[in-house]
């Protein structure tokens, strides 16, 4: 028998698929497109449902935000299976995963970059966000390369990340596979230089 009480996996349900209908607006339309009617409709439940969850527009983009914060530390996140210099690979290869390749998450990634150099709130999770990445991406190299300081760790990550952000920007342009392998290659140059 079913009682008029939601349980929590319902309520998360519902809370994921209104976030992930905002990112797909925002993704689509940019954050004029990103109103919580419009998230309501995309996302099948009462607009009241999304007020629920979210008090506006803000801070449904911070909890945008925070989402692909998870997710960017998740591919640096160590899998003690794996060797360290098979970790670090892994790392570096997962971010050209198809799956991430794809022109809606780059859009949705482009309009989060943007937003955050407009809006201090914004600015301040996604600067968090990138320092975790970068610290996670070091730490994978230091695991690896445990002969480099943790200086040298971080410049090779900073490096890095500035090839990936490339990598990403030049794919939604509608950049070759080929081109995605050589600089892969050339992440993997610099992370296991001598």
């Not at 439940?45 to 998740?74: C, F, P, Q, T």
Request: with cysteine; net charge negative.
């Amino acid at each position: 028998m079913k009682t008029g009480t939601v349980n929590s996996g319902e309520q998360v349900d519902r809370q994921t698929r209104i976030l992930d209908a905002a990112m797909d607006l925002l993704s689509r339309h940019g954050i004029s497109g990103v109103n919580m009617r419009a998230v309501s409709r995309e996302a099948g439940v009462a607009l009241g449902l999304v007020n629920y969850y979210y008090a506006d527009k803000a801070s449904l983009i911070r909890a945008a935000l925070k989402r692909v914060d998870e997710h960017d530390v998740a591919l640096v996140a160590p899998d003690p299976a794996l060797a360290p210099e098979e970790r670090l690979l892994k790392a570096l290869r997962d971010v050209v995963d198809p799956d991430l390749l794809t022109r809606q998450y780059l859009s949705l990634r482009l309009h989060l970059w943007a937003l955050a150099k407009a809006n201090e709130d914004f600015a301040r999770i996604n600067d968090a966000a990138f320092e975790r990445y970068v610290a996670g991406l070091a730490a994978l190299i230091g695991d690896a390369r445990p002969e480099l300081s943790a200086e040298e760790c971080r410049k090779r990550a900073d490096d890095i990340v500035v090839l990936q952000n490339g990598v990403w920007l030049t794919a939604l342009l509608g950049m070759d596979r080929t081109a995605t392998e050589r600089s892969i290659s050339r992440t993997e140059e610099i992370a296991f230089a001598p």
